[in-house]
């Protein structure tokens, strides 16, 4: 059975720090890059980073860029998000999810075929 499983969000004050955790199975890891998306209250789910395990290759969405790091634990079936200098426009609900084809070149979500997601996890920046 496939299934993603995000864990590691919760609330935190502007200027902290969560790492979330994706954790695969039910399929290989070098088969998909896992993307990570949010969605805030009133918003559309919007994709905020990729990572490629074919070739190591990653993006980021502007506004997250050079504060949130994508990286993956072959493994353990498991790929993170640290995200730091968390902003109050952070807040949402943080998802993972597989794109196919394996490469993070594309940029949209609505150029990939997504075939799993997994349940989400709130993250809240709030003091």
């Known amino acids: 059975q496939v299934q993603l499983v995000e864990s590691g969000g919760g609330l935190v004050q502007p200027g902290g720090s969560l790492r979330l955790s994706c954790a695969a199975s039910?399929?290989?890891?070098?088969?998909?890059?896992i993307g990570w998306f949010r969605q805030a209250p009133g918003k559309e789910r919007e994709m905020i980073s990729c990572?490629?395990?074919?070739?190591?290759?990653?993006w980021y969405e502007d506004s997250v860029k050079a504060r949130f790091t994508i990286s993956g634990d072959n493994a353990k079936n498991t790929v993170y998000l640290q995200m730091n200098s968390l902003k109050p426009e952070d807040t949402a609900v943080y998802y993972c999810?597989?794109?196919?084809?394996?490469?993070?070149?594309?940029?949209?979500?609505?150029?990939?075929?997504?075939?799993?997601w997994g349940q989400g996890t709130q993250v809240t920046v709030s003091s």
């Open positions: 039910g399929f290989p890891l070098d088969y998909y890059a």
């Open positions: 999810a597989t794109l196919h084809p394996n490469i993070c070149s594309y940029y949209t979500a609505s150029s990939y075929r997504i075939d799993y």
């Open positions: 990572l490629s395990s074919s070739d190591d290759g990653t």
